[in-house]
């Protein structure tokens, strides 16, 4: 059987690892990497491979990774008998349009189910997983792995793959300081591994996530999952909590995997309360009841602080958010926002008409977002844009909504104030909620 993989860098490559690797009866002959994907310049590459190393015997050359427009193409070139699809955080709509595009060049399609692609370990597993990118997963991770801190459970947590650079390289990648942090490549990776690192907690990630488990159990009593966007857990959970955002109501019965992980969830904690209206709170309370009515339903509050609310207080301010949750999440706004709204600022200044490079490219391909400026950098051109960008837009401060610590990767001119944020349980407890599921974790 002829197979042609769809991903963007993540879940293809696990979906390969751990379905198809090593059988004599599939041939994968490509992947294709999806458009908008943020896969930066290191994918733009003519002769981008997955390599021999990781791809094992059969694949002498590596397998090819081709633009995702080429699907037609591909799938009459090489004959292709099933097209599988393989990323995450797109509309239920989106997966069915590829769908209908492979069928009609007349190939099978199809979807690689949890049992066959979740790896078991020796240790328990607590996976955080969300219906949208963008919901507080890692927030809630670290707020996990501090309360085990507290039981002195020694905790690894694992981190979906952004395998942006050398494949063979990052086959396990392992973040413990500041040092690891700057060899990693892109902002992204640092806005998902930076705030774990600093409370003390090692991360690992990588492109082969068999000996990434391995590698992570042979240190932890227990694993956590901080899952990427709105992906499935890779490795078979003990206990599934699944975030789900009022402030996109609805969203988790639209979209893929998202609606998959809220049928799967053992608790669903409701993020963002505090900034949405009661309606959009009971519709999602509503769906949740509706696709999973056994689940444990847990209301949170995301709190917003910074250092020096007087720095905000009266500026004229520019509001520079998380990348993905705005750009594969299609929130219109994030972090940085909410805090120049809470602490007084005068104006929250317009970065569209600034935006130079890269990043005005970004401000066409997603019409949705407003008076706030996505922190891309998955490139080194990436981040000049950014930079240049900031530099260019007329503002006394830039609040920083990007988990990640803004000023090592820019100098702007003016001054930076981070934005922090955390969610806030106000019917339970995270110290709560693992003495509820302490049975399965072993706790």
């Known amino acids: 059987m002829r197979v042609l993989i769809m991903g963007a860098a993540g879940r293809d490559f696990h979906d390969f690892n751990t379905v198809f690797r090593g059988r004599a009866d599939v041939d994968v002959v490509a992947f294709t990497r999806a458009p908008g994907q943020n896969l930066g310049e290191t994918a733009d590459s003519t002769d981008r491979r997955y390599p021999p190393s990781l791809a094992g015997e059969g694949y002498p050359d ?9 699907l037609e193409r591909l799938i009459d070139a090489h004959d292709v008998d099933q097209v599988v699809f393989s990323y995450s955080d797109v509309s239920h709509a989106h997966v069915m349009h590829a769908a209908s595009r492979a069928l009609a060049a007349g190939a099978d399609f199809r979807l690689v189910g949890p049992d066959e692609m979740m790896l078991d370990l020796d240790v328990p597993v607590l996976a ?20 085990l801190d507290d039981r002195d459970v020694t905790v690894r947590i694992v981190r979906e793959p952004m395998p942006y650079g050398d494949l063979e390289a990052q086959r396990v990648c392992r973040f413990e300081d500041e040092s690891d942090l700057d060899a990693a490549a892109t902002i992204e990776e640092r806005e998902e591994y930076e705030m774990h690192v600093r409370d003390g907690h090692v ?15 042979a240190e932890a009593d227990l694993l956590l999952w901080d899952g ?12 599934h909590v699944v975030l789900a955002d009022p402030l996109r109501a609805g969203d988790e019965r639209r979209y893929h995997p998202g609606e998959a992980n809220l049928r799967l969830a053992d608790c669903v904690c409701i993020t963002k309360e505090d900034s949405a209206d009661a309606d959009a709170i009971d ?7 509706d696709l999973n009515p056994d689940a444990n339903v847990v209301h949170a509050d995301s709190v917003v602080t910074v250092d020096h609310p007087d720095r905000v207080r009266g500026a004229r301010v520019l509001a520079v958010e998380d990348g993905p949750t705005l750009t594969h999440g299609d929130a219109a ?13 005068a104006e929250l200044v317009d970065p569209r008409g600034a935006a130079v490079g890269r990043i005005s490219e970004v401000f066409e391909e997603q019409p949705h977002l407003g008076r706030c400026l996505p922190a891309m950098g998955y490139s080194d051109q990436q981040i000049r844009d950014l930079e240049a960008t900031i530099r260019a837009v007329d503002c006394d401060l830039v609040l920083a909504g990007t988990p990640h610590d803004l000023s090592r990767q820019v100098d702007v001119g003016v001054p930076i104030e981070p934005v922090r944020y955390r969610v806030d349980p106000y019917d339970t407890s995270f110290d709560a909620l693992l003495d509820r599921y302490a049975d399965a974790l072993d706790l």
């Open 203 to 217: 991360v690992f990630a990588g492109v082969d996530y068999r000996d990434v488990g391995d590698a992570a159990v």
């Open 228 to 239: 990427g966007n709105n992906e499935l857990p890779f490795f078979r959970p003990d206990v």
């Open 283 to 289: 519709t999602v309370v509503d769906n949740v009841t």
């Open 333 to 345: 706004y994030g972090a940085g926002v909410v805090a120049a709204e809470r602490f007084g600022a």
């Open 62 to 70: 590596g397998i090819p990774i081709e633009p995702e427009a080429s």
């Open 128 to 147: 955080v997983d969300a219906v949208r990118t963008g919901c507080g997963k890692s927030a809630v991770t670290r707020a996990f792995a501090n309360a």
